[in-house]
């Protein structure tokens, strides 16, 4: 008689127990910015301040006209392609539609995005920082221009694939990175 009353109260135990279960969600690593210094880019057109944990490799586009560079962020495995192209009234339009469509280019995946004007009157400067949203290859692009003689665009990418919410801090840390960079910059022509 002791055993199926044992018995009995293990089993109801073991139902009542196991009557709500609640997974955990899934959780992301922290990711603590960088802190580092800053350096100044030097180059015959133009210059800015950028991070020190950084570095900048200059890119050979051949007899492609402009400057191409890559600001590479080896500690969160980003890289900023940079590019900067001398141009005149005639063409100026040209590059800011090439921006805007790059920019839109990824709208089918994006989840919204969003412009954010720049502007800086003393040093004649202007230019929009696009955040898209989603599960996008480069969720930052900006462009800044003097709306005379000179324009610099870039795109933020990730070196593999990644989930949005997972590198949601590290891509808030490289736009600080990105809008210091363009309030920095000083043309030179």
């Given at each position: ?59 050979d586009k051949g ?58 009157s003393l040093r ?15 969720p930052i692009q ?48």
């Amino acid at each position: 008689m002791r055993k199926p009353a044992v018995l009995f109260l293990i089993l109801c135990f073991v139902f009542v127990s196991c009557n709500e279960y609640t997974p955990k969600p899934a959780g992301y690593p922290r990711i603590n910015k960088v802190e580092s210094g800053v350096e100044r880019f030097e180059h015959p057109a133009f210059s800015f301040l950028y991070s020190a944990s950084s570095r900048i490799e200059e890119a050979d586009k051949g007899d492609v006209p402009g400057f191409w560079f890559n600001i590479s962020y080896p500690a969160y495995n980003a890289i900023l392609y940079c590019t900067y192209l001398p141009v005149n009234k005639e063409n100026l339009s040209g590059a800011l539609e090439d921006s805007y469509r790059l920019a839109y280019s990824q709208s089918l995946k994006a989840n919204g995005i969003r412009q954010s004007r720049f502007s800086d009157s003393l040093r004649h400067t202007s230019g929009i920082v696009y955040d898209i949203k989603g599960p996008v290859a480069a969720p930052i692009q900006f462009y800044i221009t003097d709306n005379a003689s000179n324009f610099l665009r870039g795109s933020l990418y990730f070196s593999q694939a990644v989930n949005p919410d997972s590198v949601a801090p590290v891509v808030g840390f490289l736009r600080e990175d990105i809008v210091s960079m363009m309030e920095s910059l000083v043309w030179k022509k």
